[in-house]
């Protein structure tokens, strides 16, 4: 390597000297992707210069995505000369690439209107003053008092904005709630099925129990109790209610699909029976608007309201702002009303027409479990194979099935008829039946 | 009470007529809000009607939003005649109503381009088949890719999208690290001021400590070293990475302003010159485009990344897909770059700007402190006020000033350039001047 130098300029100029040097040889490809540089001692010994001076032009080399060090090995050329760019990782067949999916995650594609949300968003976006700042840490406060009205009209919960808190998913909020109730040790939920919740809980140190109302936290889906929708009758709720008072059990409601229970009985709200006392109310909207708005919120009770308050400007707001502002007008107007309705028209016809399709094709004598609220039914098949033996066999045909528990020689798949369009009701059960 | 009631009808029709009696009586407001209902047990004797009939119709009431249940008190009539509304809580002061400002927390408003912003998010919210599913896990995977090629073209670091976990906001990313380190059981931050950060740490148990590099994870922002910008210098660096490896300790690399380093240094990353060895990279953009945007990311390092992917999916995504979206294409299109050039220009040249501002009020002998980069500067004022006293004479005058730290005679306070506009320099700190 030639360099003319000289001495008497400072050091800052030699490195930047050696860094042009290099440099050029790297985008000239004279210095190929992933080739080892010379070490800095090497380096500076040809050179007679200072280890110090060659380092600064690595550095700057490296700083400019040049060069990189690998641990305990040295300095390499990267791409950046060709420019290739780093490999899509393969897209999870979770995601995409089903012909029919029984999965519950998705919504019915007919069911959004994505002209109205778009409104909605564009005018939030147009309040630039506002989006200029962070959001508040509890959620806007516009925003709050319209979920306030909308639970008190709609669930009997009379709260004010100040025991409101918004996030971005049960999870967000389950990570301000649980550090609040630490003393309560261990958790039930009813089911293992909703990992994502005693997932929180048990990286915070809980004991996670099923069906155990012993325990210092109770979580319950009054109308989601099994994944086939059936949902926790009045009698049940005023006892659990009484239960939990007499233990000094915290219960979280997660009122999660009340929207869509199809039947003429009333479903107060736990937190409505209680009175709010020693209860948190869990609502979200991913089943009422689009999955992909992350946007949820609980009510705290009396005690716990105060704890949260004391450490609120502790955690930053997750939810997005302008998500809020457009979903506060979405609510104000009406429209989170209307669409409910609607959803709970869609879905309590189409899981009709999905139960008679199941029967037409596996037989009215066919084991089918079905609530009085949700999205899905139960369908146990008697099959030779295993749950994931059958599961494979459905992706190989593009068919998605949920599976829920088997036993020797039968498999209970969970069939929800949210995101799959009607028509396609009747070709994908008798997928399913030509698989078993 | 009259009710003519064909006693052989069924209890279900019974308790409907109870229930629309009530009803009435309620939304004429003959009963008024607030007032008790009859004890189940006293209406059930006066009816002659079993406790059931009268719990159901009350149940019915409560949850159509008639009555609402006290706890140990019995029914009470909800307002939902009169619809009165509940108060709006006070905006706090944080919010929003000073005059002049000098917190960091915003952005300068001349230099979002909303419109193009608007732009990105409308065609995002275009994509309606993407946006009717759940957002991925571990965040969108074009988005991903985009931030990969991103930091590795400005912050030398080389990952695959594999690596990279996208949340609402650090605290986001921090709930999935948190759990997956907690054998590391103590944490050290620079300052006790990222108090956001601290929370999470301890809130699943860890011992935080302040710049002790003696502990199982170390947490630093090496651009923003102290809230006047001071940066890390590389020598440092590269010793806390050597010192951290041998200590088997993990660095979190909150680069937290990276992007307004004013100076011609390189300054790489300690991911970059650790190559990616016991080090998770944290970016975020709230200083970028808005603060009401929730979006960062975490690149985790190789064992820890294994460790997230087996418990992916009992985390959810925390942040907007449409915003993941929308600012996929943006960067694709080289406009996060763009806008990343153009405040490093305008922050560079406010903080200037300010300087003498504070210098022409203050005098030069003035104590002030200005790092190499960030939007702030610290300025030590003689006065006979605690920080508290000093901040509350500010507020008078609408004037915020976040204060960093107080001795006997003096307080230190910390003025940013960032949401405050340039004309504004001179007479905020003539105010300021004028209250000490």
Not at 209 to 234: F, L
Not at 267 to 286: A, H, M, N
Not at 337 to 346: C, D, H, I, V, W
């Amino acid at each position: 390597m030639k360099l003319t130098l000289n001495k008497s300029e400072k050091s800052e100029h030699l490195y930047m000297e050696i860094y042009h040097y290099y440099r050029d040889l790297i985008m000239e490809q004279k210095l190929l992707p992933g080739s080892k540089m010379p070490s800095l001692r090497k380096c500076a010994s040809e050179l007679r210069l200072s280890r110090t001076t060659i380092e600064n032009a690595y550095l700057q080399l490296a700083a400019d995505g040049y060069i990189i060090s690998k641990a305990q090995s040295g300095y390499y050329v990267t791409d950046i000369a060709t420019k290739q760019f780093l490999p899509l990782p393969p897209k999870s067949k979770k995601q995409t690439g089903f012909r029919y999916s029984f999965a519950s995650s998705g919504v019915d594609r007919e069911s959004f209107r994505f002209d109205l949300w778009r409104r909605y968003i564009k005018s939030a976006l147009r309040q630039d003053e506002r989006l200029l700042s962070y959001g508040e840490f509890q959620g806007e406060a516009d925003f709050r008092q319209a979920l306030c009205e909308y639970i008190r009209d709609r669930r009997n919960i009379l709260c004010s904005p100040e025991d409101i808190v918004v996030g971005a998913g049960v999870q967000s909020l389950l990570h301000i709630l649980c550090p609040l109730v630490l003393d309560k040790k261990t958790v039930s939920f009813p089911t293992p099925s909703f990992v994502q919740g005693s997932t929180v809980f048990s990286d915070y140190g809980f004991e996670v129990r099923y069906r155990n109302k012993d325990s210092g936290v109770i979580y319950v889906s009054p109308a989601h109790m099994t994944k086939w929708g059936e949902i926790m009758p009045v009698s049940r709720r005023l006892e659990l209610i009484r239960y939990a008072a007499k233990n000094q059990s915290l219960i979280i409601e997660d009122d999660f699909e009340n929207e869509f229970v199809y039947l003429q009985k009333p479903t107060p709200s736990l937190f409505g029976l209680s009175g709010g006392q020693g209860v948190v109310y869990i609502g979200s909207f991913s089943k009422l608007l689009l999955p992909s708005i992350r946007i949820s919120f609980m009510v705290l009770p009396p005690g716990l309201k105060e704890a949260y308050q004391k450490k609120a400007a502790n955690y930053n707001q997750t939810a997005s702002k302008a998500e809020q502002i457009a979903l506060c007008q979405f609510i104000r107007d009406g429209h989170l009303s209307a669409q409910t309705r609607k959803l709970k028209r869609l879905y309590s016809a189409k899981l009709k027409q999905l139960l008679s399709a199941v029967e037409t094709i596996f037989g009215s004598g066919s084991q089918i479990q079905i609530g009085s609220a949700g999205t899905s039914l139960a369908l146990t098949l008697s099959v030779p194979y295993t749950g994931e033996e059958l599961q494979k066999r459905a992706a190989n045909e593009s068919l998605r099935i949920p599976i829920l528990k088997e036993a020797p020689g039968e498999v209970t798949v969970i069939l929800s008829c949210s995101s799959m369009p009607e028509q396609d009701f009747l070709p994908a059960c008798r997928l399913l039946k030509s698989i078993c």
